[in-house]
Structure formats: structure tokens, C-alpha cells
């Protein structure tokens, strides 16, 4: 336990209170009867394990004295009494791991969802790069990190409460066993009481104290090697995702190198864990073969002093055994407790980075709803994230069915006025009035094509209504997609079959299917030709006569699809002209 607390004394105060925050949203959640009852039986079978090992430390005595003294029947009473307890001890050792196995799917299952949930609200995936770019790897911290937290922690709070019990018990057991040593001291005759229960405590406090020093540096190692893995995976995925453009470039030297800049972060850091864990393992393994004749040769004395029998020795070893097996707690788990460490280290700060990003930065743009169908800006400042302004002011109105072009040279804020109108962009100020219950849809340049079936492509993000294939093989037509018109079942990974402008046009597809009131497009027909651009414009207006339109492009074109154009700079200023 002293090898606990000296431990626990070097993970600081704020650290606990962190980890019992990420605790205690299960344990007192909904599910939190069936988690305690579970956690009550798989206690209950702790203390059985431990009472058990209790019972056959004290075969031990009755077994070997039955050996040293010739007693047949002794020892075949002694062997059916061990089959008893191995019996006993084996359907408890099975259904403890079993049931820790079950409570630890159950936990994690229950922060998995409430950590997507968390990470998906209010677009905080998309805030948390955008506002904070410390927070690497999401994906890890929910797969990997939450798996490793919830097994961890059960791992060493059961391990804890076993130590504890096992210590107490053996405690006692050693006490009663030791008997008194007497040691000649400065002339005198010094005795010392139930002396094996010090030895074994003196033993595990050295013991703990020296791998505390040699294991520390372990918690950063981990913590670093984790992120590197994860840094190496990323730049793996980022080149199947974009292979056809580094094909093109011919960016294979390039993506080599990169790689193996990341891999070279993995292998160094590996490289300083590999030596730390040496250095500990020297001496963790050392520790444990000396663990094994120690209280042998601690308790031999009494053995040749005839103060005890075969069995008393064996019986003490064993329970000195046990007494340094529960003190070594912290000794053994030292790299799961470094690991534990690190892992809760990550998930402070994706809770807090997430937490701070789901709150706009103050003052921001104030969202309104009002129920006339109207969309109205009023005194909008857009700025940049380090503060630059890149629109001043801006006032405007759409009402239904109006169409409103944002043009601007390249940089000027064009997309950012989209993103600030859809509530994603949090560096605004003003107010912006969006009509209630509206149906919004936001096209952007290079539409999202989930994996799966064309047919879920068309209506991702899932359709509000019944919508017939009929339905969806007409705007097909319509958008000049007819060859794909008997694919609707093949699952493709979409955005690596269809050309750009084919991707373009399966936007507008889901623009004719969704049937928004509102439609935003930014630079959705870029790609296109400009007859087939034309013919997409004048399909819009006439399959959807009373949708407003906000489209975002740089070609003159696009003037003649709508009535209004707002000119923007990029340095703030802006002008709004009727077409
Ligand atoms: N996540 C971001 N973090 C920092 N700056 C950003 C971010 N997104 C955009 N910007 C900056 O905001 C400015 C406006 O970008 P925006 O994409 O709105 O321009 P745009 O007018 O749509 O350009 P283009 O015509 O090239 O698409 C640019 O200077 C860009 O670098």
C-alpha cells in the first residue's frame, strides 16, 4: 500500500480529479444499477479468489507436514482437499476475468456513444480543427484511448482492491507465522515481532521506490509514442484518399519522405522506451526471481532452529509471497499505471478542447430565427482566426425565390460568407436572420460522397421523405447522370469512380430530391462546361421556382441565373448590385 501512496503521491491533485470526472459520467449515468450490481458480484468473486488463496496457503501447512512426516492418509485427505479448492478456484478465476471483460465492454460501449455524440453536436468535429489544432487524432482518442481507459482503470482498481484485501489477510497470516527473531544488538538482545511481515514490507517500499525512478520518463514516452503511431497512420490514409493527385503530380518522392519523417518519430521514441523498459525490466525481473528465495532464506533460521516444521516454511514462504505479490502492486503495474496516465492525459484534454470549441468565441455573430421567409444580414464582420477582417458590415435580404450571386477574387471570403451563414464559421459578428423551420441545403464545391450505395449517395444525408427510385432516376436524367441510372445498388467508393463534374452534378441531383427552400452553392459548377452549367441553372429555376439561391463563383456566366450580385475584396468591403 506505502508503494501506492508514495506513487499516487507523484500523480497530482488536478490529475485525479480529472480522471474521476471521466469516471463518474457512467457510473452515475442511466445504466449505473446494472454497472454497480455488476461491479458487486465481480467484487464479491475477488474477495472469494482471495479467500481462497487463504485457504491453500494454510494446505500448504497441512500437505508438506503430512510429506515430512510419512502420513499417507494425511496427504491423500490433503490432495482431495486441494482438488476442492483448485475446483473452487478455477470457475472463480474464470468468471472474474468474464464479468470484468462484460462490465468493461459495457462502460466502453456507453462513453463511445457519448463521445461521438459530443463530437458530432454542434459540429465540434469540424470547430476542433478549425478553432484548435492541438486536439491530433479524434479518432483515436475515441477508438483507441476510451478502450484502453476503460480497461486500464478496471484492471488497476480491482488489482488495487485485491492487493489491499490479500495484503490484510496474509498480513495477519505472516504475523501469527514469524514468531519473534532476536538479534544481538550493541551487547544486547534485540527482538523484533512477527519480523517476516517487515522484511516483506521493507522489500516491496524499496522496491516500488526504485521503479518509480526508473519508469517515470515512461508515462511521456507513451504518451508521444501514441501520437506518433497515430501521425504515421494519418499520413498514410491522406495518401489513399488523394491518391490520383499525388499519381499526377508524381508526389511519391515527396510522400516518401514525409513518411518517413513520421515513421522516423515513431522508431526514435520507440528506441527511448525500448531503453527505459530495459533499464526497468533488469530490474522488475530482477526483483522477481529474488522475490522467490528471499523468504525462504528469510525464514530458514526457524526451520534449522526447529521452531517450525517443512510445512511452516513453506506456508510462510507462501504467505511472504503473497504479502510482497500485494505490496508489488504498483511495482508490476508500474507501465500500466505510466500507461493509464497518458491515456487519461489525452482524454482531459479532447474533453476540454471539445468543450471549449462547442462555445463560439466571444462576441459572435448573433443566429436568429423569424417567421417570415426571409434571410437578413445586418452589420456582419467576418474576421479570420488570427483576428484579420475580411468583411465589414455586410447588410443584405433574400426572400423566397430571390437568387443572389457572391463573386470576389480568390481569398476574399466568398466560401467563409457561406460558412458564416450556416452557423459554422464562430469569428462573426452581427445578426443574422434565417427563416424558422427553414429547409436548408449547402452544396459545396466538392460534395461529400459517402461509401455505399449510389442510392444512399443521392440522398445523404438521408432522406426527409419517401423517395421513390423513380423519383431518383429522373433527376438523374434531368442532371445528365442517366448512365448511372442502373447502379443504384452498387456500393463504390463514389468519389473515387465519378469525374469532378460528374460529383457536381450528383449534387444537384440531391438538390432536386431534398427540394430545399434555401439552396447555397459554393463554386458547385465549377467543374462543369458551361452548357451543362446553363442547363443546371435552368433546371433549378424551373423544377424549383420558389427556392432562394446563394451560389458562390468567379465565371460572368453565372450572372444571368441570378438577380442580385454581392462583390466582395477580401479587405473588408463589398458591394451589392441588382442584376
Ligand atoms: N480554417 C481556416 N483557418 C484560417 N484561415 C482560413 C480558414 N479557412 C479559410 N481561411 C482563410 O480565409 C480567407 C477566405 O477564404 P475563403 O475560402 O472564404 O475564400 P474564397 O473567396 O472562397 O476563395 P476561393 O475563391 O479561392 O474559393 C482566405 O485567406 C483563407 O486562407
Given at each position: 500500500?506505502?508503494?501506492?501512496?508514495v506513487?499516487?503521491?507523484?500523480?497530482?491533485?488536478?490529475?485525479?480529479?480529472?480522471?474521476?470526472?471521466?469516471?463518474?459520467?457512467?457510473?452515475c449515468?442511466?445504466?449505473?444499477?446494472?454497472?454497480?450490481?455488476l461491479?458487486?458480484?465481480?467484487v464479491?468473486?475477488?474477495?472469494?479468489?482471495?479467500?481462497?488463496?487463504?485457504?491453500?496457503?494454510?494446505?500448504?501447512?497441512?500437505?508438506?507436514?503430512?510429506?515430512?512426516?510419512?502420513?499417507?492418509?494425511?496427504?491423500?485427505?490433503?490432495?482431495?482437499?486441494?482438488?476442492?479448492?483448485?475446483?473452487?478456484?478455477?470457475?472463480?478465476?474464470?468468471?472474474?476475468?468474464?464479468?470484468?471483460?462484460?462490465?468493461?465492454?459495457?462502460?466502453?460501449?456507453?462513453?463511445?456513444?457519448?463521445?461521438?455524440?459530443?463530437?458530432?453536436?454542434?459540429?465540434?468535429?469540424?470547430?476542433?480543427?478549425?478553432?484548435?489544432?492541438?486536439?491530433?487524432?479524434?479518432?483515436?482518442?475515441?477508438?483507441?484511448?476510451?478502450?484502453?481507459?476503460?480497461?486500464?482503470?478496471?484492471?488497476?482498481?480491482?488489482?488495487?482492491?485485491?492487493?489491499?484485501?490479500?495484503?490484510?489477510?496474509?498480513?495477519?497470516?505472516l504475523?501469527?507465522?514469524?514468531?519473534?527473531?532476536?538479534?544481538?544488538?550493541?551487547?544486547?538482545?534485540?527482538?523484533?515481532?512477527?519480523?517476516?511481515v517487515?522484511?516483506?514490507?521493507?522489500?516491496?517500499?524499496?522496491?516500488?521506490?526504485?521503479?518509480?525512478?526508473?519508469?517515470?520518463p515512461?508515462?511521456?514516452?507513451?504518451?508521444?509514442?501514441?501520437?506518433?503511431?497515430?501521425?504515421?497512420?494519418?499520413?498514410?490514409?491522406?495518401l489513399?484518399?488523394?491518391?490520383?493527385?499525388?499519381?499526377?503530380?508524381?508526389?511519391?518522392?515527396?510522400e516518401?519522405?514525409?513518411?518517413?519523417?513520421r515513421?522516423?518519430?515513431?522508431?526514435?521514441?520507440?528506441?527511448?522506451?525500448?531503453?527505459?523498459?530495459?533499464?526497468?525490466?533488469?530490474?522488475?525481473?530482477?526483483?522477481?526471481?529474488?522475490?522467490?528465495?528471499?523468504?525462504?532464506?528469510?525464514?530458514?533460521?526457524?526451520?534449522?532452529?526447529?521452531?517450525?516444521?517443512?510445512?511452516?516454511?513453506?506456508?510462510?514462504?507462501?504467505?511472504?509471497?503473497?504479502?510482497?505479490?500485494?505490496?508489488?502492486?504498483?511495482v508490476?503495474?508500474?507501465?500500466?499505471?505510466?500507461?493509464?496516465?497518458?491515456?487519461?492525459?489525452?482524454?482531459?484534454?479532447?474533453?476540454?478542447?471539445?468543450?471549449?470549441?462547442?462555445?463560439?468565441?466571444?462576441?459572435s455573430?448573433?443566429?436568429?430565427?423569424?417567421?417570415?421567409?426571409?434571410?437578413?444580414?445586418?452589420?456582419?464582420?467576418i474576421?479570420?482566426?488570427?483576428g484579420?477582417?475580411?468583411l465589414?458590415?455586410?447588410?443584405?435580404?433574400?426572400?423566397?425565390?430571390?437568387?443572389?450571386?457572391?463573386?470576389?477574387?480568390?481569398?476574399?471570403?466568398?466560401s467563409t460568407?457561406?460558412?458564416?451563414?450556416?452557423?459554422?464559421?464562430?469569428?462573426?459578428?452581427?445578426?443574422?436572420?434565417?427563416?424558422e423551420?427553414?429547409?436548408?441545403?449547402?452544396?459545396?464545391?466538392?460534395s461529400?460522397l459517402?461509401?455505399?450505395?449510389?442510392?444512399?449517395?443521392?440522398?445523404y444525408?438521408?432522406?426527409?421523405?419517401?423517395?421513390?427510385?423513380?423519383?431518383?432516376?429522373?433527376?438523374?436524367?434531368?442532371?445528365?447522370?442517366?448512365?448511372?441510372?442502373?447502379?443504384l445498388?452498387?456500393?463504390?467508393?463514389?468519389?473515387?469512380?465519378?469525374?469532378?463534374?460528374?460529383?457536381?452534378?450528383?449534387?444537384?441531383?440531391?438538390?432536386?430530391?431534398?427540394?430545399?427552400?434555401?439552396?447555397?452553392?459554393?463554386?458547385?459548377?465549377?467543374?462543369?462546361?458551361?452548357?451543362?452549367?446553363?442547363?443546371?441553372?435552368?433546371l433549378?429555376?424551373?423544377?424549383?421556382?420558389?427556392?432562394?439561391?446563394?451560389?458562390?463563383?468567379?465565371?460572368n456566366?453565372l450572372?444571368?441565373?441570378?438577380?442580385?450580385?454581392?462583390?466582395?475584396?477580401?479587405?473588408?468591403?463589398?458591394?451589392?448590385?441588382?442584376?
Amino acid at each position: 500500500m506505502l508503494k501506492g501512496l508514495v506513487y499516487l503521491s507523484g500523480l497530482n491533485r488536478n490529475f485525479l480529479k480529472h480522471t474521476w470526472e471521466i469516471i463518474r459520467e457512467y457510473w452515475c449515468s442511466e445504466e449505473k444499477w446494472r454497472a454497480w450490481g455488476l461491479l458487486a458480484v465481480i467484487v464479491t468473486l475477488n474477495l472469494g479468489h482471495v479467500y481462497i488463496l487463504v485457504l491453500i496457503n494454510q494446505w500448504y501447512n497441512r500437505f508438506y507436514n503430512a510429506l515430512q512426516n510419512f502420513d499417507k492418509d494425511e496427504f491423500f485427505s490433503a490432495l482431495g482437499e486441494f482438488s476442492l479448492l483448485a475446483g473452487i478456484f478455477i470457475i472463480v478465476a474464470v468468471y472474474e476475468l468474464y464479468l470484468q471483460q462484460m462490465l468493461e465492454i459495457k462502460w466502453r460501449r456507453w462513453m463511445t456513444q457519448n463521445y461521438l455524440s459530443s463530437w458530432l453536436k454542434n459540429q465540434t468535429y469540424y470547430r476542433l480543427q478549425l478553432i484548435d489544432n492541438n486536439t491530433d487524432n479524434p479518432d483515436q482518442r475515441i477508438s483507441e484511448d476510451l478502450r484502453l481507459f476503460t480497461n486500464y482503470t478496471l484492471r488497476l482498481a480491482l488489482g488495487l482492491l485485491k492487493s489491499v484485501v490479500t495484503l490484510g489477510s496474509f498480513i495477519a497470516i505472516l504475523w501469527q507465522l514469524s514468531g519473534a527473531l532476536t538479534l544481538p544488538f550493541g551487547g544486547q538482545q534485540l527482538t523484533i515481532y512477527g519480523y517476516m511481515v517487515w522484511v516483506a514490507v521493507l522489500y516491496a517500499i524499496i522496491g516500488t521506490w526504485l521503479t518509480h525512478k526508473i519508469g517515470k520518463p515512461l508515462v511521456k514516452l507513451n504518451f508521444n509514442q501514441q501520437r506518433y503511431e497515430a501521425d504515421f497512420r494519418f499520413s498514410l490514409v491522406r495518401l489513399r484518399e488523394n491518391c490520383e493527385s499525388i499519381a499526377f503530380y508524381g508526389g511519391e518522392a515527396r510522400e516518401g519522405q514525409s513518411f518517413m519523417i513520421r515513421f522516423g518519430h515513431v522508431l526514435d521514441n520507440f528506441w527511448k522506451i525500448m531503453q527505459r523498459q530495459k533499464q526497468l525490466t533488469w530490474f522488475t525481473s530482477g526483483y522477481g526471481q529474488i522475490a522467490i528465495i528471499f523468504p525462504i532464506l528469510v525464514a530458514a533460521p526457524r526451520y534449522f532452529a526447529k521452531e517450525i516444521q517443512l510445512g511452516g516454511l513453506l506456508q510462510t514462504a507462501s504467505a511472504f509471497g503473497k504479502v510482497q505479490d500485494a505490496l508489488s502492486f504498483f511495482v508490476d503495474s508500474y507501465p500500466l499505471l505510466a500507461e493509464w496516465k497518458s491515456v487519461v492525459d489525452r482524454l482531459t484534454g479532447f474533453i476540454g478542447n471539445m468543450h471549449k470549441v462547442s462555445e463560439p468565441p466571444q462576441p459572435s455573430a448573433v443566429m436568429q430565427t423569424a417567421s417570415v421567409p426571409v434571410l437578413a444580414v445586418t452589420g456582419l464582420n467576418i474576421n479570420l482566426p488570427d483576428g484579420r477582417r475580411i468583411l465589414t458590415e455586410l447588410n443584405l435580404s433574400l426572400t423566397a425565390g430571390e437568387s443572389l450571386l457572391v463573386a470576389g477574387p480568390s481569398g476574399s471570403g466568398k466560401s467563409t460568407l457561406l460558412r458564416t451563414l450556416s452557423g459554422l464559421w464562430p469569428y462573426a459578428q452581427g445578426c443574422i436572420t434565417l427563416p424558422e423551420n427553414g429547409n436548408f441545403l449547402f452544396l459545396p464545391q466538392k460534395s461529400y460522397l459517402p461509401l455505399g450505395t449510389l442510392r444512399d449517395t443521392l440522398l445523404y444525408p438521408g432522406p426527409k421523405r419517401q423517395v421513390s427510385d423513380e423519383e431518383i432516376t429522373q433527376a438523374m436524367s434531368l442532371c445528365k447522370l442517366d448512365w448511372l441510372k442502373n447502379h443504384l445498388d452498387r456500393i463504390e467508393d463514389w468519389s473515387h469512380v465519378l469525374s469532378l463534374g460528374e460529383q457536381q452534378r450528383i449534387a444537384f441531383v440531391r438538390a432536386l430530391i431534398h427540394k430545399p427552400e434555401w439552396l447555397f452553392m459554393d463554386e458547385a459548377t465549377s467543374a462543369l462546361d458551361e452548357p451543362t452549367e446553363r442547363v443546371l441553372y435552368a433546371l433549378l429555376r424551373e423544377q424549383l421556382p420558389g427556392t432562394a439561391m446563394v451560389s458562390v463563383g468567379h465565371r460572368n456566366t453565372l450572372n444571368s441565373y441570378h438577380q442580385k450580385k454581392l462583390t466582395l475584396d477580401g479587405a473588408g468591403n463589398w458591394r451589392l448590385l441588382n442584376l
